[in-house]
């Protein structure tokens, strides 16, 4: 067989090639998402998890009813009295469960990124939150607008968003799902992730009687990019509003206070681990 002869430096330059791929690959090992299994397995395995949500909507209609009572109209202010009532709602692990899509990370090692979101939002057959269903369309069957604020994508998302809420349920061919539920009232980010804009669309128009969430940011701007320390502080300032006109889902898997303990830095897996590692109070 005859063998080709090649430049030295062309040689040279293929073995730094193939040298430098190897030591970038060990450089940047896979991530390590074992420390979520816990989290998603209680959201989908733990009875106790479907329970603190069947409470939180259970709250949630003892508040819109005891909103409904005539006496209690009576005591709000007159540029309120004649407002049409509103509840505004997040919808990832509020209303929709998401939780397969962050198994399918553990399983694979790969962090959250937009191309395997997208392809999981996409088809659409995000399950409900426990209790979610019932309480949004008893809300509406007493004539409460639902606002639907998500930071998912208004461009890439809308359709399959609305359609997903409208079938969160297959029962004999037919869905099941939300009653009110479309273009005007989804309101997804087109630009800034925060929520507050969006809201005051809402506030213009209606009288919201409460918010339902899973993250803080869903409720107020207070929480917006803040420390831990000044999380748990604004959090007691609303000590009141818990249980009244905040209605918290739990969720372990992902949010805002994760990212409160990154102080929101962009930071490796690795770097995360360790800050991770450092939060933990000891005795």
Known sequence: MKLTKYPAGLALAVTLFFVSAAAAQQAAPAADLDYQTGAVLYMQKAAEYRALCYQAFNIARLRLDTDLDKKNVKKLPKAER????????DIDETVLDNSPAQARGIRTNTP????????????????????VVEFLNYAVS????????????????????????????KRDS????LNDVSAENVML??????????????TAKYRVVMLVGDNLDDF????????????????????????SKFIVLPNAM???WENAIYEYQRLT??????????????P
């Open 112 to 131: 959250y990124n937009s191309k395997d979101w997208y392809e999981w939002s996409n088809k659409g057959k995000a399950k409900a939150i426990p209790g």
């Open 254 to 256: 992902y949010g805002t």
């Open 142 to 169: 007493k004539g409460v607008k639902i606002f639907y604020i998500s930071n998912r994508d208004d461009k890439n998302e809308k359709q399959i968003t609305i359609e997903n809420l409208k079938c969160v349920e």
């Open 220 to 243: 107020t701007s207070a929480f917006e990019k803040k420390s831990v320390a000044d999380r748990f502080g604004e959090t007691d300032k609303a000590k009141d509003f818990w249980g």
């Open 269 to 282: 897996e690795a770097q995360k681990a360790e800050k991770r590692a450092a939060a933990l109070e000891l």
């Open 82 to 89: 004649k407002m049409p009532r509103a509840i505004i709602v």
């Open 189 to 202: 980010k087109t630009s800034e992730s925060g929520k507050e804009a969006r809201r005051s669309i809402v």
């Open 174 to 177: 037919k869905c099941y799902g």
